[in-house]
């Protein structure tokens, strides 16, 4: 149906417009009966050349191609054919369809060269691609505009048997991509991923190419993998190429340190940070009911430590961790400050029900816990604070229940506390004496010295050295607005060491002058445990020269409770030096009495409050409890010293009772040290005898 050599250029000159098919008749002896107009165009020839002629005859150059062939095909078996043919002489393509009828063929040939060759470019690009996706380590798939697979790389293959594994089937070439997606994913990845490759493909034409990015987890059996999809459009067309990379190393260090930085690692809970944050969101939550923190510190959990050791000590935090986490409702939380500290914050309560909650917290310590075979009994101190309304500083309620828990905490251990504004109070001056005993506060201090009486001769035996602090604005303080902070920092330790040289040097220099003074100097717990108090104490007596017999060093029972041993083996050497203790504040403390006397005591001071009770019983026996307190350590060749010795019926008891020693405002006041002469002097000047100078007085009279 060609005939002369044509100029390719020519045919189909307007691009992008299909021409019309060109349409001929042939009878069955091959003669062309009819040619539309469109032939006419195409080959710029007038039909009437050709009406009537043989077809090969017209065109001769279409003599043994496929057209004359398929024609004498169809032409013999009546059967139609459709077919792409190569003009090579022009080297276009036209598709041919071939009809038969009753009285020959109808041809029917469009120009399909434009698209054929466009067609053919786009299969080229889809191997080069292919070639390309096929490096990829990750799973990778070029998807068509109508969102299906055109092809995929080994790596997609293998991902896909691995989800065949667990049950899912993975999508394969000429499956649709989220259709097959949706077998592993989340509905919510699902639609994200859909919308994104979405509004790739729709912006074909618009920008020059488009990426999209998502990540997204795949609950792979008991397995969750994370991957990374990137989608990218391939340029000047519709398609997109997609990769999804295995991000589960990455995402799982990710969730690790993000773990880590919340969490404390020793019980899984979170961790101060985590707890401020979730303190933070119940307060800003709109109607929250009240919003509760309970701060819970073990008590001598540092002794526990000491003696059992840390892995045993992190045991029973866990364990500790476990109970409160018990006791909490859902919505709860339980976390760990550090150390012994734990928190629980609890949403929707008011105080009542907070209070509620730290005594249900304190009786699950009730049980001992279980350590390295054997049961270590532990009680906490709870501090409770509850938001005010309007409340939104997560810091401010953690410290209110951290000042509510201080307080339980010195008023003696296993207590519950409420927040109250004067412990905010109380919190901003421990803060205070913190950071100034740790600048200069330690030049501050001065020494007060009370004098300890011998009941029998009423001579004054020894003084006591009582602390203060000389602060410049708040004038003469006395120990207990400081001393427990110092113990919490250990600043107690150099104040002390300071102590025991300034009263040493005192006592030597008083000696000197002729006048033999015992020193009694109190010693903190934490002395014990830092094991310096050996070697403070012979600093300061080879520092001063005062013999070692005229030194007393006062312990609390509770110093010597927190880890007997420990005491025991100090005290025993500063024994050994000559140095004699005391057990102060006698009748305080709840240690077994068998325990004590087993320590190397000299001393026992019986504390204010065993007179005032004593005081109180009926009249006539007053004393019995205070006498038989006396009469055993007697038998142990521990002396007495009844403190507190406020009135002349406390000087009658006690001397009733058999002590030895007394001390008390009746007696003489704590003084300073200056005065500390003069006014022992003026007592021998006055006969030497101050018990009946103090009975005598008129105003003690009166009080009696
Ligand atoms: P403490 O060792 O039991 O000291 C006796 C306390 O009772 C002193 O209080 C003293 O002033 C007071 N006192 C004396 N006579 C009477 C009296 O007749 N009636 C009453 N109601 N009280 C009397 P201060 O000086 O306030 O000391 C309180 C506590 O602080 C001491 O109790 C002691 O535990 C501690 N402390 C004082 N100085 C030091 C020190 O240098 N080092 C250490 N570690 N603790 C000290
Ligand atoms: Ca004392
Ligand atoms: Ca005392």
Known sequence: MFEHEHEATSVGADPGVQPPDALYRLDRNWRISHVNLAVETLLDRPATEMLGRHALEAFPSLRGTLVEESLSGVLADGRPRVFDYHHEPWDHWFTFRVYPGSEGVTVVVRDVDERLRADRQRDEATCQLTAVLETLPSATVLVNGDGRILSANRAWVSDGELLRTVGIEPGGVGDDYLQAM??????????????GLQRLTASAGSSPTGTFDYEYSSKLGAFTAWYQLQAARVENSDRLVITHTDVTARVRGEQALAWQATHDELTGLPNRAALLRLIGAALDAPDAGGTALLVLDLDAFKTVNDSLGHQVGDALLCQVAGRLVEQIRPGDAVGRLGDDQFVVLAENCDSTEAAALAYRLQASFALPFAG??????????????VACEGATDPHQLLSDADAAMFSAKSSGRDRVHLFSPALREAARWRLEVASRLREDAIDQLVVHYQPVVRLDTGEVEGVEALVRWQHPERGLLPPDT?????????????????????????????????????????????????????GDVRVALRDSGLPPEQLVLELTETCVAEDPTRAEDQLTVLRSFGVRVALDDFGTGWSSLAQLFALPIGILKIDRSLLVAAERAAPGDTGAVLAAIVGLTRSLGIRSVAEGVETVEHLRMVQAAGCDLAQGWLLGQPMAADEVCDWVRSVQNAGGDLCALAAARPEAASTS
């Open 182 to 195: 949706s077998r592993a994913l989340d509905p919510d990845d699902h639609a994200a991923i859909a919308a």
């Open 372 to 385: 390295s075979g054997i049961t270590v009994p532990l009680t906490a101190s709870i501090g409770v604070a």
């Open 482 to 534: 400081f001393l427990a902070v110092a113990e919490e920092t250990g600043q107690v330790i150099p104040i002390t060491r300071w102590l025991l040289r300034e009263t040493t040097r005192r006592a030597a220099e008083w000696r000197a002058q002729g006048l033999q003074l015992r020193m009694s100097v109190n010693v903190s717990a934490r002395h014990f445990s830092a094991e310096t108090l050996v």
